[in-house]
């Protein structure tokens, strides 16, 4: 049996003239008066409403239904205010809908692909999120495009933060052009935010293999919202659409270079010691004749 369609739930005709009576009574205070509670004056107004007929009800109640359903409609297409509510907006709205797709999928075997990234650098709580109604979809987009839903997904996210448009270098060139000299461009804008970041102090050149050790922990600088899967030289990239990507992301400052506070750095260097290769477990007596101890470079032996 096929589910009935969800529909809105209508406006409850009492919340309407409780909302109404509510505003009427504080508007009656005088200035700077402070206004009751709810449930300190519900009482009076629910007698008033418990002897009024239906067509009363109805006609007291007309314009606070159509007021609370403007709100309610309101509230639903209204822009979040805060990160937090918006990460809490997307995760339980896709919720729904992959509930609801998955019971389709059940229902009529409908095979779906549904991908969802962030479009700012502002909500970066908000991760690609990716539905498959079964495994041949995602075997199917792995055949034909030779990347998987999930590579595909941050490549989009990447785009949409990244908000690429037009060219940056002249399409006239080769593409083999093209990607030299946005191979340039990037590294040019890279190495200048990493000074800008670093003033007064002039840094090297950036090793990216080993970016931690080289800048994090002797400088104390990071790199925030690095758009693509894999953080890299822009040398060793070959892709036009990724370099034009990371060169508008740190462009307009969705990515940047940041320095850690004391604490931060602090922590960051003792995880780096707790990350440090240890030594193996030595079962080596020590020399007993000449009584000395047991040293690394035995345990290597």
């Known amino acids: 049996m096929q589910r009935a369609a969800k529909q809105t739930r209508k406006v409850n005709r009492w919340n309407a ?3 109404s009576q509510v505003e009427a009574f504080n508007q009656d205070l005088a200035p700077g008066h402070p206004r009751p509670k709810v449930h300190e004056i519900a009482r009076g107004i629910r007698e008033r409403w418990d002897v009024m007929t239906e067509g009363e009800r ?19 297409t209204a822009k979040r205010e805060s990160r937090v509510s918006t990460t809490r907006d997307i995760r339980s709205t896709l919720d729904a809908i992959e509930a609801e797709l998955q019971d389709l999928y059940a229902r009529t075997g409908a095979e779906i692909l549904l991908v969802s990234v962030r479009s700012d650098v502002e909500n970066f709580t908000a991760k690609p999120r990716i539905f498959t109604s079964s495994p041949r979809v995602a075997d199917f987009f792995h055949t034909s495009t030779n990347r998987t839903v999930n590579e595909f997904s ?23 052009q093209q990607i030299l000299e946005m191979k340039r461009k990037v590294k040019e804008v890279i190495n200048e935010k990493l000074q800008e970041c670093a003033r007064p102090a002039r840094m090297p050149r ?18 925030d919202n690095w758009p693509l899967p894999n953080f890299c030289a822009p040398g060793s990239i070959n892709s036009l659409t990724e370099l034009e990507v990371l060169y508008r992301a740190w462009s307009t400052g969705v990515t940047t270079f940041r320095k850690l506070s004391l604490e931060e750095w602090r922590q960051f260097k003792e995880r780096t010691l707790c990350r440090l290769p240890r030594f193996p477990r030595c079962n080596l007596k020590p020399d007993r004749a000449l009584h000395l101890p047991q040293s690394p470079l035995q345990c290597l032996l």
């Open 17 to 19: 003239y409780l909302h």
């Open 58 to 76: 109805v006609a007291a109640t007309q314009d606070a239904v159509v007021e609370l359903e403007e709100q309610r409609e309101s509230r639903q």
């Open 154 to 176: 941050v490549k989009l996210q990447a785009y949409c933060v990244a908000d690429v448009q037009a060219p940056i270098v002249s399409p006239t060139l080769s593409v083999q």
């Open 206 to 223: 950036i090793n990216y293999v080993d970016f931690e050790t080289c800048i994090t922990e002797r400088h104390g600088i990071i790199c």
